[in-house]
């Protein structure tokens, strides 16, 4: 366990894993957590908000440091960096924590960890930094409204300019604010558990001290709310439950499954399962899933998950997407395409991604998930149905991929989503497309499409 003495030091460690060594940051605090799972829930708290705050915000927090420190951040010793930027994220953003105790702390740290002499530096930034907090010059919106959406939502400008270019001011706006809020646990509970097994489960949550709130979109989805991980709650070792977002979940609901006959699903992409889970509960034992992905490690995690959750109609191969598999040409009634993406509708969850996406890596997911698609449409049985998924909001990674799809392939022009979602859904899949946004529909960002597979003549 982590005393409240050292909890900070435990977050200055995180922030240097994830920003200075290229960690996950979703992996490395899902580790802390799980390691310190038995220590004082403030104290796992404060860690989660501190860090995930200070990644979340982190562009706005190295503007005002760069306006208070005569050494710019870039210049600055990782650590000071690091240690610098979580205390301005506790003197901007966590008003119950005095500002006192946010700067000694911060001095102590810097000594602790042997940068005693820059304790002095350390200290007149943020004592700085506090006594002009209210009077912080941000960009004017007039001048250059780029530029300040971009500082006031820590989001790199180039991708504000283009979500401005394809969505225009209200929807960009909508989409950061919806960036920023929070984002619960979201879980898909087993829709084969007894009403009892129910009850038990939530009031198990609720005596663990978390709120679980039923979700409006589907019926067995549920976002839970004060907990920093979820592998001890109730109900997780024993199978209750899969972490899984309901943008997610509604793949398995468009799929359409037909319980009477014996299909054969296909998941190119699976890991870590979610989906591929979703679809074999659907099927109610009949027919079989087959979940495939790039290596070892990832079927293995599909392969945890499934033992978990007790699924018996799942099969689980490493296979490269990209090369053809010939025993599965033409077999699929279903094929889930769920490929790599740049992940901008997560950034909510996985707050470091817009750090490390460029123009150039966008440009070579659009041409991965073409070589995918060209591979996979194959599988379809003719009359069968390819599902396509991405958890991005680029429209280029989307619909233009789709459209490009049906230039190229023997498919139907798309197929209503609309009988399979929830109603408030309903009139947006009409096209067989939707689009999810952050702060728009209460979900990740996702993007579904349904697309039929011509019959043979």
Not at 2 to 30: C, P, Q, W
Not at 60 to 89: C, E, G, Q
Not at 282 to 311: H, Q, T, W
Request: hydrophobic share 40%.
């Amino acid at each position: 366990m982590f005393a409240v003495g050292n909890t900070r030091e435990l977050i200055l460690d995180m922030l240097m894993e994830i920003l200075e060594k290229g960690s996950y940051s979703h992996l490395v605090i899902r580790d802390v957590l799980d390691k310190y799972n038995y220590s004082a829930p403030r104290d796992k708290a404060f860690v989660k908000r501190v860090t995930e705050g200070t990644l979340e915000q982190l562009i706005r927090i190295d503007y005002i440091l760069n306006l208070f420190s005569k050494v710019p951040v870039s210049k600055m010793k990782p650590l000071i960096r690091n240690l610098l930027r979580m205390s301005v994220y506790q003197l901007l953003f966590m008003e119950s924590i005095p500002a006192r105790a946010v700067i000694n702390e911060a001095v102590k740290l810097c000594g602790k960890r042997g940068l005693k002499g820059l304790s002095g530096f350390v200290n007149g930034v943020l004592r700085n930094i506090e006594r002009e907090k209210e009077k912080i010059p941000y960009p004017d919106r007039e001048k250059d409204q780029v530029k300040y959406l971009s500082i006031r939502y820590s989001m790199p400008e180039w991708l504000v300019y283009k979500w401005l270019a394809f969505y225009g001011n209200k929807k960009t706006c909508h989409i950061l604010e919806g960036l920023l809020k929070e984002h619960p646990v979201s879980v898909r509970l087993k829709e084969s558990l007894g009403v009892q097994e129910k009850a038990g489960w939530l009031l198990s949550l609720k005596k663990a001290g978390v709120c679980a709130k039923e979700h409006p979109y589907l019926p067995y989805a549920y976002e839970l709310f004060g907990t920093e991980g979820v592998r001890n709650l109730p109900g997780f070792s024993e199978g209750y439950f899969a972490v899984q977002d309901v943008s997610s979940m509604l793949v398995a609901e468009a799929a359409g499954i037909d319980r009477e006959k014996e299909m054969l699903a296909l998941d190119v992409c699976a890991a870590p399962g979610g989906k591929s889970m979703h679809i074999a509960e659907k099927l109610k034992g009949r027919g079989k899933v087959i979940a495939r992905d790039l290596s070892e490690y990832k079927v293995s995690l599909i392969r945890d998950n499934i033992k978990r959750m007790g699924y018996t109609n799942i099969e689980t191969r490493v296979m490269d997407a990209r090369q053809s598999e010939g025993e599965l040409k033409e077999k699929a009634d279903l094929v889930l395409a769920d490929l790599p993406c740049s992940g901008f509708g997560s950034m909510g969850k996985k707050r470091d991604i817009k750090y490390r996406a460029c123009q150039e890596a966008l440009t070579e997911l659009e041409c991965l998930q073409r070589r995918i698609l060209d591979v996979v449409w194959q599988y379809v049985k003719p009359d069968g149905v390819l599902l396509y998924s991405t958890c991005t909001i680029n429209p280029d990674e989307n619909e233009h991929m789709v459209e490009w799809f049906l230039e190229k392939h023997p498919f139907f022009q798309l197929e209503s989503l609309s009988p399979f979602l929830p109603e408030v859904l309903k009139e947006e899949g009409k096209g067989g497309m939707l689009q999810l946004f952050p702060g728009v529909h209460k979900t990740d960002g996702f993007f579904l499409a349904r697309l039929r597979r011509c019959r043979k003549a």
